[in-house]
């Protein structure tokens, strides 16, 4: 069965840095785009960023852009999120996410069809 | 970015009941709308996606429709089990958005 299990989190200081991972089983991890999505506590769900099925291509949320960066080990089997300069308003559960569909370039219209358990971050000195 | 907007943000239903929760787009998504439910603690769990292609198992009792801009999901008879936060979401166009989620509550 499909299983994605998210570590990395942590309470970090305003500016610092982190790095989350995602590991993969129980499907061809290499065919498939992934997603990273947070959740601040109490909150509703913000989209993070999306890697394409063969790393070329990744798309961020504007609030992310040049802090964060997305990739993955197709070899692995695995997603990560590098985090720089965080801020307080990063704090969140972060999940990572399949999307639904195969050989996506991360622009298909489909959904996350599977989800880790999440982990959590807080930015707080 | 496409604005997603859900009503109610709440509601208070019993066992048995039925219950619609509406979804609209800030612009046509053509039925690119995807259902999640949020249970406490957990991961947001694909119900439904296309606007109405229902995952597979999933009950039945739970069905989505709609198209363009104004969606629905419906529970046809609430079960002890479906107590918790559904979000809609559009995969039209980047970035993917959500609604601010409808908690179902028991009354």
């Known amino acids: 069965q499909v299983q994605l299990v998210e570590s990395g989190g942590g309470v970090v200081q305003p500016g610092r840095s982190l790095r989350l991972s995602c590991a993969a089983s129980g499907f061809t991890f290499s065919h498939y785009a992934m997603h990273w999505v947070r959740q601040t506590p109490g909150k509703g769900l913000d989209w993070v960023a999306v890697i394409s099925y063969d790393g070329n291509n990744k798309y961020y949320a504007e609030s992310v852009k040049g802090r964060f960066t997305i990739s993955r080990d197709n070899s692995k089997n695995t997603l990560d999120l590098q985090m720089n300069s965080l801020r307080a308003d990063d704090t969140a559960v972060y999940y990572c996410?399949?999307?639904?569909?195969?050989?996506?370039?991360?622009?298909?219209?489909?959904?996350?069809?599977?989800w880790g358990q999440g982990t959590l971050v807080t930015v707080s000195s | 970015d496409i604005q997603m907007t859900q009503s109610p943000s709440s509601l208070s239903a019993s066992v048995g009941d039925r219950v619609t929760i509406s979804c609209r787009a800030s612009?046509?998504?053509?039925?690119?709308l995807n259902w999640y439910q949020q249970k406490p603690g957990k991961a947001p769990k694909l119900l439904i996606s296309?606007?109405?292609s229902l995952e597979s198992g999933v009950p039945s009792r739970f069905s989505g429709s709609g198209s363009e801009t104004d969606f629905t999901l419906t529970i046809s008879s609430l079960q002890p089990e479906d107590f918790a936060t559904y979000y809609c979401?559009?995969?039209?166009?980047?970035?993917?958005?959500f609604g601010g989620g409808t908690k179902v509550e028991i009354k």
């Open positions: 979401q559009q995969s039209d166009s980047s970035p993917p958005t």
């Open positions: 996410a399949r999307e639904g569909g195969i050989y996506c370039a991360g622009d298909c219209p489909t959904a996350e069809d599977y």
């Open positions: 296309a606007a109405s």
């Open positions: 612009q046509s998504i053509l039925i690119y």
